[in-house]
């Protein structure tokens, strides 16, 4: 009942939000506004049982991993386990399924749906194994950051620019429902067997550098792809007459297997381990398999409300208000809808809870909520001036961004450093991914020489970028705070 409050609270500003466009300056129509409504109850009672199943049995399989691996003290196993467990879950996270879906679509074919997902998972794969050797041999965040993004830079100058907006974009996606829980798990896991000060702070920071892995897959596959990709559109359908139930009742057998497929990876590997390694009672046995059937039935529900019925309204609103006359209302609504959108990610309410857990209730769930809120907002708002000023490129904001944020992260309470590009991913999580890319794409097919894949793509990278400068000022905050008290 706990998560039932939270999550109606999280839910209901977008919802009042989309519903004040609709009867305002955005009106989307009667079949796809309701189709909207039943989309929000879906997400409620999904996005409850998910966080409720999680918490009991995702969680928990990640953190008995995490710290067997750790004890086991061989650094073939870690390696080898760290790159099989990093390709595996990403490979069946249906964020990154849209989005390669999407992309799919957008070029053509030229870049693959099954092309994307693979080269995407290596990437996840390499830098979960990264990252588990760092808390290990005990390497600075900061430090690996810094050589990490150096590179992802450098990268992105001999990449071609449409391949940019898919990159940013993917190392947001891949971090997503799924991947999330059990990452942070798994970091937490390897890091509780270090102990002391330095187990607090290594245990974020594992989910930032996967993030980095797929900008750094995607933009060598770039480099080396002889597809010219240019451009592409997603057609705007206004009056493909779908009805208001018959769009769920087609989503939901689809998203049965793809969320089946997404847990099967995480399910093999429980047994193996507890076969090999767990000796788990029967009572923790059963607790943990409850919880995966609760993850699965609130992830189906979730993303059956996101996918028939968030994302194209998201499309047909950002259609409807790049449309008007003074089409610069889009940006103030980006905002609005980027500030509301954070409430109702259910990885941000995993990530929030192991940082209060982590730090005792030093740092409140609200202050790490409402931050990541503000960057968001941001960040969309600057997407819509990116799409309505074809002069500003993706990178003019990407390449100073990040520059900024690996500064801080200098700075910053090594915690806070980890906090922030874990936040990174948490932010772009499937709502992002489905409703805020789809009001992007609505209002780039509206304006008059606008790209889709260049200009709306771009937007989920935006997203994971402003929490990484956003959660760092407020551990600098923190540490001024604490240096007064003292």
């Known amino acids: ?44 009672f999904g996005l409850t049982i998910f966080l409720f199943g999680t918490e009991i049995g995702v969680q928990p399989i990640g953190t008995l991993i995490g710290s067997t691996l750790a004890k086991r003290k061989n650094i073939w196993i870690v390696i080898i386990f760290g790159f099989i467990l990093g390709f595996l879950i990403n490979v ?15 070029t053509g074919g030229d870049i693959s749906q099954i092309s994307l997902v693979i080269v995407v998972s290596i990437g996840v794969g390499i830098l979960v194994m990264i990252g588990l050797l760092r808390v290990i041999f005990d390497v600075a965040l900061n430090k690996l950051l810094t050589i990490i993004y150096a590179g992802i830079l450098l990268l992105g100058i001999f990449s071609p620019v449409a391949f940019l907006g898919i990159a940013f974009d993917a190392g947001g996606a891949t971090t997503g429902s799924m991947t999330v829980p059990f990452i942070l798990a798994l970091g937490l896991g390897v890091a ?44 705007y359908d206004s009056v493909a007459p779908k009805g ?40 923790q046995f059963i607790k943990i398999l409850k919880g995966l059937c609760y993850t699965f039935i609130g992830f189906v529900l979730f993303l059956a409300g996101v996918n028939a019925g968030f994302m194209e309204a998201g499309s047909a609103i950002g259609h409807a208000a790049a449309s008007l006359e003074h089409n610069w209302i889009i940006i103030p609504i980006g905002f609005l809808l980027g500030f509301t959108v954070i409430f109702a990610e259910p990885a941000v309410y995993v990530l929030n809870e192991q940082i209060q ?20 907002a941001i960040a969309v708002s600057l997407s819509m001036l990116r799409i309505l000023v074809p002069k500003i490129q993706l990178w003019h904001y990407l390449l100073p961004g990040y520059l900024i944020a690996i500064v801080l992260s200098h700075f910053a309470p090594t915690l806070f450093v980890g906090i922030a590009f874990d936040s990174g991913g948490v932010a772009s999580g499937p709502m992002t991914a489905t ?32 929490p990484l400068i956003a959660i760092q000022t407020l551990g600098l905050v923190y540490e ?7």
Do not use: C, W
């Open 1 to 44: 009942m706990q998560k039932f409050k939270e999550v109606i609270v999280a839910v209901l500003p977008i919802t009042i939000i989309v519903l004040i466009l609709n009867f305002t300056v955005a009106p989307i129509g009667t079949d796809l506004i309701f189709r909207f409504i039943i989309g929000a109850i879906f997400i409620i």
């Open 92 to 106: 069946a996270e249906p964020d990154l399924q849209v989005l390669a879906r999407q992309v799919g679509i957008v």
């Open 192 to 235: 509780s067997i270090q102990g002391g000060k330095e187990s607090e702070d290594d245990s974020f920071g594992l989910l930032g550098l996967a993030s980095a892995g797929p900008m750094i897959a995607v933009l060598t596959m770039g480099i080396f792809s002889r597809a010219d990709v240019v451009g592409g559109s997603l057609p």
């Open 244 to 283: 208001i139930i018959y769009p769920f009742i087609q989503e939901v057998p689809k998203l049965l297997f793809e969320v089946a497929m997404a847990l099967m990876p995480i399910l093999v590997m429980f047994f193996i381990f507890h076969i090999l390694y767990f000796n788990l009672s029967r009572k």
């Open 357 to 376: 857990d982590v730090t005792s209730g030093h740092i409140r769930k609200a202050v790490i909520l409402y931050t990541l809120s503000i960057g968001v």
């Open 435 to 466: 409703f805020i890319l789809a009001f992007a794409q609505g209002v780039a097919e509206a304006i008059p020489g606008a790209n889709v894949l260049i200009d709306a793509f771009g937007v989920i990278a935006m997203v994971a970028l402003t």
């Open 480 to 486: 001024r705070k604490a240096i007064k008290r003292s």
